[in-house]
């Protein structure tokens, strides 16, 4: 420590408060707030404490004779700079306690596995990258807080843990683990919306999906979407390498088809939904978007409302998918942009991942159309790659893709519905036996637009799986849903 820190008035006042504490032998004592940037090694000399607070401090290391505190219960920590542990942190053998959030660190000492009384361990908002494995011999953790680190692995000795209750990974997405799989964050279950999710589940489910038993789909839902007349379904072709036919018939309810984006880390398949854009079909959309999807809003270009209606459909696409990136395709441009506000726009609407002036027409009929497509195409594979789009990239386990192929090969079978009984012995068959697991690979199923489920709405209370083209154009065809009862899963 230096000469600077022994003389602050920082220093100074911890020291006080240190001896103080050692005449009385107490029990707890304060050094919060102080502005400290060194702990003062006399802190060893209190071996009758239980309770340390050194919260909001600018502690970049701790002392050895830290460990000196045999009988010390809880110790806070939380908002410091520490980048390290001191090994001595494993002679803390009684500690219950440990607040470390909101610090700068990047590894644990394997030490940490000596403090096996330890009950709550909260290490969220720090740089970690992996975990050490003594951290499996923390017989009585309870309680394991890590959000908002660089995590890219877990240790299978976190299973070893006999009876932990609660466990957040949220915001490591160098796990790969999707948002329903990690269960509702910290957040949310503090403020009594939801309860925490079991951490064997979530456990399980990481161990499921790596190495050779997980697989990444590659696979996503592109959406599109705007008014009827718009070009949307001549678009989507073009993107396919299909020409124009100028006798295009104006889409009545959903057309489904695949279309290939190929991303620098390799081809990513997308299942494409072309919605209907007359008005009257705007109130089924509910039942159709998605949030973890691509969008595609196309806007006829050469129309004087072109930011009015950019406005009406992002404001709808927002209602339904708060964070999906969002590629607007400024149609029928003849080349002329019209001016827009999109600095407000992406404001208020963001992610919006850009704009493209399109021409469906043939290279002989208006040169540079071809290169207008191309840029489209372009842009929607930017769109897909990994920062925007990390979803396709998951891993799940391989025998959640035997009840995808499956479902999907009831299309061969020329099957339009099943009811959830079907579907949920049929998950057992596959090596899904856990119902609620079943229930999220048929969540995982609808945002890939494999399957539609509605179990999550209030409304709809039945279970039954059925067709999405089927299911999509019944109720655009009829302009009625309440027909269709909820908990269905539609395949595609």
Not at 51 to 57: E, G, V
Not at 309 to 325: E, V
Request: aromatic content about 6%; glycine content about 6%.
């Amino acid at each position: 420590m230096g000469a600077k820190s022994q003389q602050s008035s920082e220093y100074i006042e911890a020291l006080k408060r240190i001896a103080a504490a050692r005449n009385t032998r107490a029990k707890v004592l304060d050094l919060a707030r102080l502005g400290l940037t060194d702990l003062p090694p006399e802190i060893g000399s209190l071996t009758a404490l239980q309770r340390l607070d050194l919260t909001c401090n600018q502690l970049t290391a701790l002392p050895a004779e830290l460990g000196s505190l045999i009988a010390l219960q809880r110790l806070d920590l939380n908002e410091n700079q520490l980048t390290t542990l001191p090994p001595e942190i494993g002679s803390l053998r009684a500690l219950r306690t440990l607040f470390l959030s909101d610090n700068h660190l990047a590894s644990l000492p394997p030490q940490i596995g000596s403090l096996t009384a330890l009950g709550m361990l909260d290490l969220s908002n720090n740089q970690l990258t992996t975990l050490t494995d003594a951290i499996g011999s923390l017989i009585k953790l309870d309680r394991l807080y890590l959000e908002n680190n660089r995590l890219t692995s877990l240790p299978e000795t976190l299973l070893r843990i006999p009876d932990l209750k609660r466990i957040y990974l949220h915001r490591n997405p160098g796990l790969g683990i999707p948002e329903g799989a990690l269960g509702p964050s910290f957040i949310t279950v503090a403020a009594g919306r939801a309860t925490v999710k079991p951490p064997r589940e979530i456990l399980s489910y990481y161990f499921a999906t790596r190495g050779s038993d997980g697989v990444a789909l590659r696979e996503m839902k592109l959406i599109v979407v705007g008014w009827g007349k718009a070009g949307k379904t001549t678009l989507v072709k073009r993107l396919a390498g299909e020409p124009m036919d100028p006798n295009e018939a104006e889409t009545h309810g959903i057309m489904i088809r695949p279309l290939t984006l190929h991303c620098t880390d390799g081809d990513l398949k997308s299942r494409v939904w072309d919605f209907g854009g007359q008005h009257v079909l705007h109130a089924m959309h509910e039942f159709f978007l998605t949030a973890r999807s691509l969008y595609l809003l196309v806007i006829e270009q050469r129309g004087d409302r072109a930011e009015v209606d950019a406005k009406y459909w992002l404001q709808l696409i927002r209602s339904y998918a708060p964070r999906a990136p969002v590629v607007v395709a400024l149609n029928k441009s003849g080349g002329v942009e019209r001016p827009l506000d999109r600095e407000s726009l992406e404001k208020m609407y963001a992610p919006i991942v850009g704009w493209v002036p399109t021409e469906c027409l043939s290279e002989s009929d208006m040169p540079g159309a071809e290169a207008t497509i191309a840029s489209l195409r372009k842009l929607l594979t930017t769109a897909a790659e990994e920062p925007t789009m990390p979803e396709p990239r998951k891993r799940f386990p391989r025998k959640w893709i035997s009840i995808k192929d499956w479902l999907e090969g009831l299309d061969k079978a020329n099957t339009s519905f099943l009811d959830y009984e079907t579907f949920s012995n049929r998950c057992s068959l596959l090596g899904e036996p856990d119902p609620q697991k079943q229930a999220e690979v048929a969540a995982l199923m609808h945002d890939l637009g494999i399957a539609m489920n509605y179990a999550r709405d209030e409304r709809l209370r039945d279970t039954t799986v059925l067709r999405p083209d089927w299911l999509a154009n019944g109720i655009y065809g009829a302009a009625a849903c309440k027909s269709f009862s909820s908990g269905q899963i539609a395949r595609a």
